[in-house]
């Protein structure tokens, strides 16, 4: 299938690895021209070039933390003047805030703001009066299941997420006149080092001995009885950003195998 998207020009923040880097990497095998983020410089760079080395594409980096204002600035600046406007805004960068209530700090809250539900506001505010411009425009917002089914384990993460799916959806409404579509994925439990770097808390929060069976208690709870792979994220978001999506707008698509059993 043709996804009518060679020569755009895409943002894709946090994807030094994980699911950012293999979107990227999906946008460059469609043609699209990449520009992507992270805040370790060495990681970005490797990744960079790793990304290019596959797939001949037009990649480019710029290292941002995306909790900081003036860096999102910079990384916006940067790729509307090296790919001459960006077309395709991909709001990944971010981690999970885990812990229950009786754990969770102001502080440890308004990073997770910060990082996510700011983080991705301000992108979105900086690239939306070019995409009205050239009336196209697509946002891609990396949610979390948490958001829509609460779990007292993932607290601070379903605070931030349920405001992202508000925003999501209501920017969708204002944005649809320009032609600028926003719409959400909610990954569940995805293999990536985000997994690694809460294996251990899963693990006690689930009461078992090795982290083995914490992933296995994990994905018995998915329809498909197993995590998820990076490139079935990027499959679906690079899809969303297709001219083969162009009359969707504002949903929050679960990318969980399965894992929510509610009905949206
Ligand atoms: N994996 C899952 O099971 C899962 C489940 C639900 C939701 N999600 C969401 O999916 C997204 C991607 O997750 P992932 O599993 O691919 O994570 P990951 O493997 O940890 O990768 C995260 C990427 O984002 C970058 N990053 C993190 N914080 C950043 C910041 N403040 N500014 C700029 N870059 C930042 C990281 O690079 P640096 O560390 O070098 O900055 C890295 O490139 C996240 O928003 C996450 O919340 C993931």
Not at 180 to 198: I, K
Request: charged share 25%; with cysteine.
């Amino acid at each position: 299938m043709d996804l009518g998207i060679k020569g755009k020009a895409a943002v894709v923040t946090g994807a030094s690895r994980g699911i950012g880097r293999e979107t990227a990497r999906q946008f460059l095998e469609e043609g699209v021209r990449v520009m992507i983020c992270g805040r370790n410089a060495e990681t970005l760079e490797r990744t960079r070039a790793e990304l290019a080395q596959q797939t001949g594409g037009e990649v480019h980096a710029v290292v941002a933390d995306m909790t900081k204002p003036a860096d999102i600035a910079r990384l916006i600046d940067t790729a509307t003047q090296k790919l001459g406007g960006v077309d395709i805004l991909i709001n990944n960068a971010g981690q999970m805030y885990s812990g229950r209530f009786a754990v969770m700090t102001d502080e440890g809250l308004k990073e997770q703001l910060e990082t996510k539900l700011f983080g991705f506001l301000r992108a979105i505010r900086l690239v939306y009066p070019q995409m009205k411009a050239r009336r196209w425009g697509r946002i891609v917002n990396l949610i979390g299941g948490a958001g829509k089914e609460p779990d007292p384990y993932m607290f601070g993460s379903g605070i931030t997420n349920s405001g992202l799916l508000n925003i999501t959806k209501s920017l969708s409404t204002e944005f649809g006149e320009d032609n600028v579509l926003v719409n959400a994925v909610c990954p569940g439990w995805v293999a990536t080092n985000l997994w690694q770097r809460n294996a251990q808390g899963l693990q006690e929060e689930l009461g078992v001995k090795s982290e083995e069976e914490a992933r296995r208690l994990a994905a018995r709870k998915n329809a498909l009885g197993r995590f998820g792979k990076p490139e079935e994220l990027a499959n679906a978001i690079v899809f969303l950003c297709s001219e083969r999506a162009s009359y969707i707008t504002g949903v929050s698509l679960n990318l969980d195998g399965g894992r929510l059993k509610g009905l949206w």
